[in-house]
């Protein structure tokens, strides 16, 4: 089982709109959560980094919250682009140096006009 | 800046073949990392090395992958005899400390296709 769980899977939402992404974890001792963006055909793009003294990371129309207690994060993205269509990954790192991050496996988001 | 730049983009070979990825790290940049999305699965560290040396390659799974970072600039993985298991999307991402703030850079992956 991964030791990082996305969720949904996939999302479509229209253009204009919120959404959340969420994101479980069981990484510890816990460094540092970052939220990616991939869009097809590229690598990975990072969007925010929290560490443990954190709840909350803005980056433009992106916004991470964590809560370390309960070991979740969330990705709320407002007023949704076309362009936000892409895969977004949730990065957990473990105390050890970053060769302990560990990936979820993303969620799928498509903007619809 | 230039970016990480990984090439070839694509490639496709027959089971049994040898393949060599590349990857040129951003200029200046020590420490580089490889690794790889298996499809359907989450993206999983291969290995890191620091300027030419090998940091940590847990992470390479068996024998057959082989990465060398001769002069500390850019590097190469290896993979021979390819395996259909292998195929997937190689990253290669670097940053200049281990700790960067906002993580690595990414390179667009190489994605490899055994058949």
């Known amino acids: 089982k991964n030791q990082v769980e996305q969720s949904p899977q996939s999302l479509i939402i229209l253009e204009g709109k919120n959404c ?94 | 800046e230039a970016g990480v730049t990984q090439f070839p983009s694509h490639s496709v070979i027959e089971k049994g073949q040898t393949v060599t990825l590349r990857c040129d790290p951003i200029s200046g940049h020590d420490n580089l990392y490889w690794y790889r999305r298996v499809m359907g699965k989450e993206i999983k560290f291969l290995l890191h090395f620091v300027k030419e040396s090998k940091q940590d390659e847990s992470g390479m799974p068996n024998n057959r992958f082989l990465a060398e970072r001769t002069g500390g600039t850019y590097s190469t993985l290896k993979v021979q005899p390819a395996e259909l298991e292998d195929s997937g999307v190689y990253f290669c991402a670097s940053s200049p400390d281990p700790q960067a703030p906002y993580g690595y850079t990414f390179g667009s992956g190489t994605r490899l296709t055994v058949v």
Not at chain 1, 49 to 78: C, P, V, W
Request: proline share 3%; hydrophobic share 30%; aromatic share 10%.
């Open chain 1, 20 to 113: 959340t992404l969420q994101c479980n974890y069981t990484v510890s001792p816990f460094s540092n959560l970052r939220w990616y963006k991939q869009d097809t055909g590229r690598g990975p793009v990072s969007l925010t980094i929290m560490t443990f003294s954190e709840n909350t990371k803005s980056n433009g129309r992106y916004t991470a919250t964590l809560d370390a207690d309960t070991k979740q994060s969330s990705l709320h993205i407002t007023a949704s682009q076309l362009s936000d269509s892409a895969s977004y990954i949730c990065v957990v790192s473990a105390y050890g140096g970053n060769n302990d991050m560990r990936f979820g496996a993303g969620t799928r988001l498509t903007v619809k006009p």
